[in-house]
């Protein structure tokens, strides 16, 4: 079906995660792609982009009116981000663990805000926090032309 092709279901559900500028400066790109790779995730979209003020504002919309809103801003148009989309088996709710708490005191070791970083405000990465937000998410930082599908040769020994 049309739902299915285009993925969003079971093993082709998918998820948007973005390296924000810290996380780019502080060497940590090759680190969190290392860590969705060997989960098991596949990698269907990745670039380096020097996110706009409109693009930021849109992707940050449901915040718009905290009071850390415009430090959000200055800070996601501070330097270039890894934009990356991820596919799998329950990979919104997964990359969310993986990532840890909104704030990183609050994150366990293991996780990446956990393992890399203390403050809110400086929190090295981005998940989607539900499907629908990754569908939204997913399709204001990618074009489909970025959005690759491709046959997974260890298929059979990440999924029964
Ligand atoms: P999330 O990134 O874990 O989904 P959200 O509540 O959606 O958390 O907030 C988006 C981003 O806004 C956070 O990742 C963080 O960078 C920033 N942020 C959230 N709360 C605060 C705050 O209290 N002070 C400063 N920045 C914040
Ligand atoms: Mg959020």
């Given at each position: ?20 500028p810290d996380g780019v400066q502080r060497r940590l790109v090759g680190e969190i792609l290392r ?29 718009r009116s905290k009071p850390f809103f415009r430090g959000l801003m200055s800070y996601m148009s ?83």
């Amino acid at each position: 079906s049309y739902f299915f092709q285009t993925g969003w279901t079971g093993e082709n559900e998918r998820t948007f995660v973005a390296v924000k500028p810290d996380g780019v400066q502080r060497r940590l790109v090759g680190e969190i792609l290392r860590r969705f790779e060997k989960r098991g995730f596949k990698l269907v979209g990745l670039k380096l982009v020097k996110a706009s003020e409109d693009l930021l504002r849109e992707h940050y919309w449901d915040l718009r009116s905290k009071p850390f809103f415009r430090g959000l801003m200055s800070y996601m148009s501070s330097g270039p981000i890894v934009v990356m989309v991820w596919e799998g088996l329950d990979v919104v709710k997964t990359a969310r663990k993986m990532l840890g708490e909104t704030n990183p005191a609050d994150s366990l070791p293991g996780t990446i805000r956990g393992d890399f970083c203390v403050e809110v405000g400086r929190n090295v990465i981005h998940g989607s926090d539900s499907v629908a937000s990754a569908q939204k998410e997913i399709s204001l930082w990618f074009g489909q032309d970025e959005l690759h599908c491709w046959e997974d040769n260890s298929r059979g020994w990440i999924y029964d």
